[in-house]
């Protein structure tokens, strides 16, 4: 017999040795070893889409810090440039509802004797267009605040989006006052005190406006949680954003019309054309539009793959990563006091965010309980299919719930297109 005859032997009496020790058989081995090809491959998979939904937040930011501070392109106009955004985002929708069918909104009532109209007059007038408006005016104060303050100063601005969140949520009654609410509140306005009274280059009319974006922010996730959460034709985030982006272009050109003036916008784009060229000013006023619609892409797709669990600490891990990113691209800097008033911050949407998975896996157990219990009366006929307790987590934002019984939803701050983000993910993620 030759060595590697001995050797496939040995093998082959090693491995039946390990079976009868395991209990396992040969294709049971197989099919352990083909389930950790396929961990590999998803946690591969998810990884990716981390580090995408990470390099196109992170683009945006920079990229419109750049563009509009007057200490590098020095474009002054936000407000029209953001409109631009939403034009090529409608498009990029346009498209994805074109070439996959499945993202398209369908009426339950479709295929019923008498179906209802999907989309009605009433409402886009008292539905789409209040979150629209509340949208937009997040998103381009966001941007607007970039002339005057740091990127750094401005994301931790809009950490504060959570204070807002949850006092509209206490406001229109979609979470439950409770002692550890207000005291999460309490902290966290304490920690954005900090980082205010710490900012060494603070500019009063940037942080008003970074502030206001952080209110209309919390006040559009209100909207949506009462208008918009469950509608059939805002199933998912491209057919929110076909559905919005009109508004808040129109929106934000009306409100640029007003602040910025249309003959200095038209002069503005004159010297942008002539410094850079047709093709690389074009490039400069719709490069971000795509940049967010492939956030929302990443986003809404890690979301589909994974959880709102984690969604959230992603989430708490890019705006480190963006402060940090802003001191070596724009070399902004960071006193003792800021960096105190960024961790108060922080662990407070840290322990929201435990808070909601906490009470996500309650919710989760007692489904699963209520399953168990129809199982027990009437077998296999009267209780659903068992599912693993994440399965249960991840699907409950889908489900649909009475707005009295809504909840608020994990939070992680963002940049000013981030918010675009959490609006058109609204239906679908929260």
């Known amino acids: 017999m030759s060595d590697s005859e001995e050797l496939e032997l040995e093998e082959a009496v090693a491995s039946d040795f390990d079976d009868e020790e395991t209990g396992l058989t040969g294709d049971s081995r197989k099919k352990y070893r083909e389930a950790d090809r396929n961990v590999v491959r998803k946690i591969f998979f998810n990884a990716m889409l981390i580090a995408l939904w990470y390099v196109f937040s992170l683009s945006i930011s920079i990229y419109n810090k750049w563009m509009f501070s007057g200490d590098h392109l020095n474009f002054p106009f936000p407000l029209f440039t953001t409109s631009l955004h939403m034009v090529v985002q409608f498009f990029l929708a346009s498209a994805v509802l074109i070439i996959f069918p499945r993202f398209r909104p369908v009426s339950p009532s479709a295929n019923t004797a008498h179906p209802k109209p999907l989309m009605t007059p009433g409402f886009y007038l008292t539905r789409l267009i209040p979150c629209g408006t509340t949208t937009s005016l997040d998103i381009g104060l966001g941007n607007t605040s970039l002339r005057y303050i740091t990127l750094t100063f401005y994301t931790m601005c809009k950490s504060s989006v959570l204070i807002f969140v949850l006092a509209f949520a206490l406001l229109f009654r979609l979470e439950k006052p409770s002692l550890v609410l207000v005291a999460i509140i309490t902290t966290m306005t304490l920690g954005v005190l900090l980082m205010v009274y710490g900012e060494t280059a603070f500019h009063a009319l940037g942080f008003a406006l970074a502030m206001s974006a952080s209110f209309f ?206 609006a058109t993910t609204a239906s679908s993620s929260r």
């Not at 208008?227 to 559905?243: D, I, K, M, Q, R």
């Not at 793959?305 to 891990?317: A, D, K, N, P, Q």
């Not at 699907?395 to 918010?419: C, I, L, M, N, V």
């Open 217 to 422: 922010s919390g006040f559009r996730w209100a909207l949506t949680q009462i208008l918009l959460l469950h509608h059939p034709a805002t199933s998912n985030p491209f057919a929110t954003l076909f559905l919005l982006a009109p508004i808040m272009f129109f929106t934000l050109l009306f409100i640029a019309f007003i602040s910025e003036g249309p003959s200095k916008i038209i002069v503005g784009l004159s010297l942008l054309v002539h410094d850079h060229g047709i093709a690389t000013a074009l490039a400069l006023l719709v490069i971000p539009g795509s940049l967010a619609f492939f956030m929302i892409a990443s986003e809404f797709t890690l979301l589909q793959r994974t959880s709102v669990v984690t969604l959230s600490i992603c989430g708490i891990f890019k705006e480190v990563i963006t402060i940090s990113a802003a001191g070596i691209v724009f070399h902004d800097e960071l006193s003792a006091v800021n960096i105190s008033g960024l961790l108060v911050t922080i662990s407070c949407i840290a322990c929201y965010n435990y808070l909601k998975v906490t009470k996500m896996r309650k919710e989760a157990r007692r489904k699963l309980e209520k399953r168990d219990d129809g199982h027990n009366r009437y077998g296999d006929e009267g209780a659903e299919a068992a599912e693993p307790l994440m399965t249960v987590m991840n699907s409950e934002p889908h489900r649909s719930k009475r707005h009295d019984d809504a909840t608020t939803p994990e939070f992680h701050a963002g940049s000013a297109e981030d918010s675009a983000a959490a």
